[in-house]
């Protein structure tokens, strides 16, 4: 069985979140944890995040297929740990 850790930087945050929820929203069954980081004080917001993605075992398809529809809809640097 694989597992997969998938590191996502997402540029311009506030303008491709909501897509970028909807995809989480639809591998929801596929994803079992989730961490959202990004720089953020009481004067600013960070316009980049970093979304930190472990997929169930055996979820290669659907991690590829997450990957490839993030790609389409915002600028973003991956990176990927297959165990």
Sequence with gaps: MSKIIMGIKLMERMKTAGKFQEL???YGCDIRTR????????????PNGIIIL????????AAAEFEKKVSEIAEV????MVF
């Design 54 to 61: 472990e997929f169930i075992e055996d979820a290669d398809a």
């Design 35 to 46: 961490l959202g980081l990004h720089a953020a004080s009481s004067h600013t917001c960070s």
């Design 24 to 26: 989480l929203s639809e």
């Design 77 to 80: 640097a991956i990176q990927k």
